[in-house]
C-alpha cells in the first residue's frame, strides 16, 4: 500500500527533523517548507526535500509574510501532497487554505500558552488555523485545555507528545566519559540543566542564582550548564559575581546524540521553565532515568508528581529549587525511586516510536 505524500510546514528545528526524518522511513513521501532555523536544528536534511523562506521576524512580518505566503501556495501547487502539517505556525493556515489542500496543526507549547494574553490579531490568526484544521495535535493537556477555552471542541484536539527516542536516551548509556573529561570525583553530586539561555521562558538565571544556597548545604554539588542564547554572558558573569564559577561548568550546544551521555553523568535534572507544555528536555532525562526538579507548572505537572517520580518548586524561586536539590542530593535511595519511576513513565507514554505511530493515526482519520 502506498502511503501518503506529507508536506510539513514550519520551523526546521529538532521537532520537524525528528518527525519527518521517522515518517519518511515508514514509507511516507515528505517534504518541509522551513522560513526559520532554531539553533539546535541539525546540520543535515538530505533524507528529506527541503524549500527554505526567507526567514519572518516582528520587524519585517508586514512585508515578508505575503511574500512567504504566496511562495508557499506555489510550492504547494508544485507538490501537491496528499496532506498538510502545520507546525506551530499559524499565519501560514490562509496559504494552505488557498491551496485547496486538507491540513492539520501542530501545537508546539509556547505559540498556544501565550494566546489567552497575546494580541486580538494573533488570537484570530491561531483561531481561524484552528477552525481551518481538520484535526489538531499538541503535546499537552493545558494546551487542549487552551483551544477548548477558544471554542475548538475537544474532540478535534489530539494529545501526543513529541516522544524520545529510548534507543537513544536510556539507563544503559555510559556518562563516566563526560564526569572524567569536566574532572568530576566518583562522590560528588552532579545537576544538570539542558535548556536554552531565553529569560522570558527557561529563566536560567534562576538556577545559577540557586547554587549558592546549594552550596552552603551541600559542597559536593557540581552544576552542568548546557545550552546557548542570548543570557549567555549574562549567566556566566552571574556565576563570578556570586563567587560559584568553580562549580558551575557552561558546556555549550551539544549534539542530540551526544546528550544522553550528558544527562547520565548526572544525577539529578533541573528545568527552570517558567513557560512549557511537554517539554521534550524532562522527557529525555526521565528516559535516562534522572530524576527530575522542575518548576511547578502545568506542563510539568502532566509529568512529574511530587514525591512519586520528582519535585515540583514555583517558577523564579531559587531559594525553594535549592532546598530540593539540596533534598535530592543527600538521599540516594529517593534519587534511585524517581529514575525508576521516571523510566516507567516513559514506556507506558512517551516512546518516539508509539508518538509516531499516533500521528499516523491521525493522518488516517483526516485524508
Known amino acids: 500500500m502506498t502511503k501518503l505524500s506529507v508536506c510539513h510546514i514550519g520551523p526546521l528545528s529538532i521537532h520537524s527533523y525528528r518527525l519527518t526524518k521517522s515518517l519518511a522511513r515508514r514509507g511516507y513521501s515528505v517534504t518541509l517548507i522551513a522560513d526559520s532555523e532554531a539553533w539546535v536544528a541539525p546540520e543535515s536534511t538530505k533524507f528529506v526535500p527541503t524549500f527554505t523562506l526567507p526567514a519572518l521576524t516582528q520587524s519585517n512580518f508586514p512585508n515578508l509574510f505575503l511574500a512567504n505566503s504566496i511562495r508557499i501556495v506555489r510550492l504547494l501547487r508544485k507538490i501537491q501532497p496528499d496532506l498538510v502539517h502545520l507546525h506551530a505556525q499559524h499565519y501560514y493556515s490562509t496559504a494552505i487554505v488557498l491551496s485547496g489542500l486538507p491540513f492539520i496543526l501542530n501545537s508546539w507549547g509556547t505559540e498556544v500558552l501565550e494566546l489567552p494574553t497575546t494580541s486580538f490579531p494573533r488570537r484570530t490568526l491561531a483561531k481561524m488555523a484552528a477552525v481551518q484544521a481538520r484535526k489538531i495535535i499538541v503535546d499537552a493537556r493545558i494546551l487542549k485545555y487552551i483551544w477548548k477555552s477558544m471554542g475548538v471542541p475537544a474532540q478535534k484536539t489530539e494529545i501526543i507528545p513529541f516522544g524520545v527516542d529510548t534507543d537513544v536516551f536510556n539507563p544503559q548509556v555510559n556518562g ?29 538565571e534562576c538556577l545559577v542564582k540557586a547554587v549558592p544556597f546549594v552550596l552552603d548545604d551541600c559542597s559536593n554539588v557540581k552544576f552542568i550548564v548546557k545550552g546557548s542564547g542570548p543570557q549567555e554572558h549574562h549567566l556566566r558573569n552571574l556565576a563570578k559575581q556570586l563567587g560559584v564559577v568553580s562549580h558551575v561548568y557552561f558546556v555549550g550546544l551539544v549534539p542530540h546524540h551526544e546528550l544522553a551521555q550528558y544527562l547520565r553523568a ?26 527530575p526538579v522542575v518548576t511547578n507548572i502545568p506542563g510539568n505537572r502532566e509529568w512529574v508528581r511530587e514525591n512519586v517520580n ?21 538521599n540516594a535511595e529517593l534519587r534511585r525511586k524517581f529514575g525508576e519511576k521516571c523510566l516507567q513513565i516513559i514506556k507506558e507514554r512517551a516512546s518516539w516510536e508509539k508518538c509516531v505511530s499516533k500521528v499516523e493515526e491521525v493522518y488516517s482519520q483526516v485524508v
Request: glycine share 6%; aromatic share 8%.
Open 176 to 204: 563516566d566519559v563526560v564526569r572524567k573529561n569536566l574532572g568530576f570525583e566518583r562522590n560528588e553530586i552532579v545537576v544538570i540543566s539542558t535548556r536554552a539561555f531565553y529569560s522570558s521562558h527557561y529563566d536560567v
Open 266 to 291: 548526572a544525577d539529578i535534572y533541573v528545568s527552570t521553565s517558567r513557560v512549557d507544555s511537554t517539554s521534550v528536555s524532562l522527557l529525555e532525562a526521565m528516559a535516562c532515568g534522572v530524576p
Open 310 to 330: 520528582g519535585l515540583l518548586f514555583p517558577s523564579g524561586d531559587a531559594k525553594a529549587l535549592a532546598e530540593k536539590i539540596i533534598q535530592l542530593s543527600q
